[in-house]
């Protein structure tokens, strides 16, 4: 059994900074990739960012020198810090990891979070 837990998401003001926590726990040998996805109301799911386990990222165009995610391979952890916050930033955030659990390979999507960001 795996799971992805998140936290961090809520309401914040434009211009203001969240950071969101992801972690993953269970039966897990390596997560070669991690990343955090949105989808927006009416909108598809789309990239964030994503990092692997060696520290290589990749960010979309829209939030370049906003967001920086990071993560700690130790504690299967990946966070997303979000600064310069907009209102087209809102959407629910879904954390995702691309892992080797005991048995396969796997690709699992946490439950999202709530970033609303309004005035």
């Known amino acids: 059994q795996v799971q992805l837990v998140e936290s961090g998401g809520g309401l914040v003001q434009p211009g203001g900074s969240l950071r969101l926590s992801c972690a993953a726990s269970?039966?897990?040998?390596?997560?070669?990739?991690m990343g955090w996805y949105r989808q927006a109301p009416g909108k598809q799911r789309e990239l964030v960012a994503t990092?692997?386990?060696?520290?290589?990222?990749n960010y979309a165009e829209s939030v370049k020198g906003r967001f920086t995610i990071s993560r700690e391979n130790a504690k299967n952890t990946v966070y997303l810090q979000m600064n310069s916050l907009k209102p087209e930033d809102t959407a629910v955030y879904y954390c995702?990891?691309?892992?080797?659990?005991?048995?396969?390979?796997?690709?699992?999507w946490g439950q999202g979070t709530q970033v609303t960001v309004s005035s």
């Open positions: 995702n990891a691309h892992m080797f659990t005991f048995t396969t390979y796997v690709n699992y």
């Open positions: 269970g039966s897990i040998l390596s997560i070669p990739d």
């Open positions: 990092i692997t386990s060696g520290g290589t990222t």
